[in-house]
């Protein structure tokens, strides 16, 4: 073959970048691989305690008290290996660009009042306050359930990180015309820079010290990019943690007419 000009400049270009993305292939096969194993080792210490606790169950001669503390353990292991599975399949229905919404119009304020209710018990525990200081009649286009996932997450890793006595604040309120803002602040042990930076990472971030899949703040910023909105997470170690979500405003869906007799035709 012979090549008409000067084309080792492009030949060079076009090398560094074929050797750059096998880099990235070489990364992001790497970051799966760390994510597969942190996963695996996830389910697998539920699965151990479920094992546990139903052969232990079968051998029978268990007196009733430790019959039921028996069967609590494994549901409650049960529950958390469902959610683990939920959060996997989310975060991979998001990456294959599967996650489907049903929009609508969610009420801000009343949003924020049912992931207090959803938490108040669990926050109960460490006598921790859900305060909620929200604007009345926002509405943000999106949907509850999937906001009701991200501000549910948000608000259960405040609380999980949160002191013994101290507050969170949710909040709503109108940013300009378009955008409504909503956080979830807490006074809790915050997140180190470095630490932060991993979060963020747009694929994700395993922290098996914590005992987490590190899935939800992808998943809760996915799902609010997907809402064609922000998410911005602002942290000091040792001072707290705040969580701002911008979503779009729209109108309240009016409740449909009750239709009396006189409206029928005929
Ligand atoms: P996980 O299921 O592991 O909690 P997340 O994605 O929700 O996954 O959180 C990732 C990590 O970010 C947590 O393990 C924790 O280290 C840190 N983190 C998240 N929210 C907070 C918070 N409000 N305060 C302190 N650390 C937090």
Same mark, same amino acid.
């Not at 991979?92 to 304020?109: C, D, T, Y």
């Not at 200081?133 to 608000?155: C, H, M, P, S, W």
């Not at 707290?240 to 405003?249: A, D």
């Given at each position: 073959?012979?090549?008409?000009? #000067? ?26 691989? #760390? ?7 996830? @389910? &697998?210490?539920? @699965? !151990?305690? +479920?094992?546990?606790?139903?052969? !232990?169950?079968?051998?029978? *001669? ?16 049960? %529950? ?7 959060? +996997?399949? %989310? ?19 009343? @949003?924020? /009042?049912?992931?207090?209710?959803? $938490? ?9 306050? @859900? ?9 943000? &286009?999106? %949907?509850?359930?999937?906001?009701? /996932? ?5 608000? #259960? ?11 969170? $604040?949710?909040?709503?309120?109108? =940013? %300009? ?33 914590? *005992? ?5 703040? =992808?998943?809760?910023? /996915? ?24 979503? /779009?405003? !729209?109108?309240?869906?009016? =409740?449909?007419? !009750? ?6 035709? *005929?």
């Amino acid at each position: 073959i012979r090549i008409k000009g #000067d084309y080792r400049y492009e030949i060079g270009e076009l090398a560094s970048t074929l050797n750059y993305m096998a880099q990235e292939i070489v990364r992001s096969n790497q970051i799966k691989d #760390d994510f597969i194993s942190s996963i695996s080792h996830e @389910l &697998r210490t539920p @699965l !151990t305690s +479920i094992k546990g606790w139903s052969e !232990t169950l079968i051998s029978g *001669g268990y007196d009733p008290e430790e019959t039921k503390l028996g069967m609590s353990i494994i549901s409650k292991e049960s %529950d958390r290996l469902i959610g683990l599975v939920e959060e +996997i399949l %989310d975060f991979s229905k998001l990456h294959q660009n599967e996650m489907k919404l049903s929009i609508g119009a969610v009420g801000a304020k009343e @949003l924020l /009042q049912e992931i207090i209710l959803n $938490l108040w018990a669990k926050a109960e525990k460490k006598s921790i306050r @859900l305060v909620l200081e929200a604007e009345e009649g926002i509405y943000v &286009r999106g %949907d509850a359930n999937r906001l009701k /996932q991200v501000f549910l997450n948000l608000t #259960d890793n405040a609380v999980k990180f949160s002191p013994e006595g101290s507050s969170i $604040l949710l909040s709503a309120r109108r =940013a %300009d015309e378009t955008e409504a803002e909503m956080v979830v602040q807490d006074s809790g042990i915050g997140i180190s820079p470095d630490h932060l930076n991993r979060v963020k990472d747009r694929f994700f971030q395993v922290d098996s010290l914590n *005992g987490g899949t590190g899935l939800g703040l =992808a998943i809760s910023q /996915q799902l609010v990019e997907l809402h064609g909105g922000t998410m911005e997470i602002e942290s000091e170690l040792g001072k707290g943690t705040r969580v701002t979500v911008y979503l /779009q405003l !729209t109108e309240p869906i009016p =409740a449909p007419e !009750t239709a009396g007799p006189e409206s029928l035709p *005929g």
